[in-house]
């Protein structure tokens, strides 16, 4: 692999330790212009843009697609969320990787215990 996108890249933490390490072009997205000056500034190297991740077309396809922690929470409509899997599909190339992590439970300190969450109609179990 040696591009990779990052949707939702907030402070630009993830992929600017990937970048350090790997020396993969990487791209960075996230909707708050504050938080990408921060990154931009924090991790030299890695492009950084502000923009909704919903409509974002950058005409490019990437080895990696990134979309890790809160980002998917901030979508609340069954249009949003498939508007924002239609950007993963306009950046994946045959055989690209797309990495999905999402917060789930409390976010408190729950090491050794399992939390059950109902969402869209399905139970998951998370384990620490």
Not at 9 to 17: I, K, N, P
Not at 81 to 103: D, E, K, R
């Amino acid at each position: 692999m040696s591009t990779v996108l990052d949707v939702g890249c907030g402070t630009g933490r993830d992929l600017g330790t990937i970048h350090a390490r790997q020396r993969w072009h990487c791209t960075e997205v996230d909707l708050q212009p504050d938080l990408v000056e921060y990154a931009r500034n924090s991790h030299p190297g890695c492009t950084f843009l502000a923009a909704d991740i919903r409509n974002l077309r950058l005409n490019a396809a990437f080895d990696l697609i990134l979309c890790l922690g809160n980002t998917l929470s901030y979508l609340h409509t069954d249009a949003e969320l498939a508007a924002t899997i239609a950007t993963f599909a306009a950046h994946a190339a045959s055989g690209s990787l797309v990495a999905i992590s999402t917060l789930l439970g409390t976010g408190t300190n729950s090491a050794g215990r399992q939390h059950l969450m109902t969402t869209l109609g399905a139970a998951v179990t998370s384990h620490p």
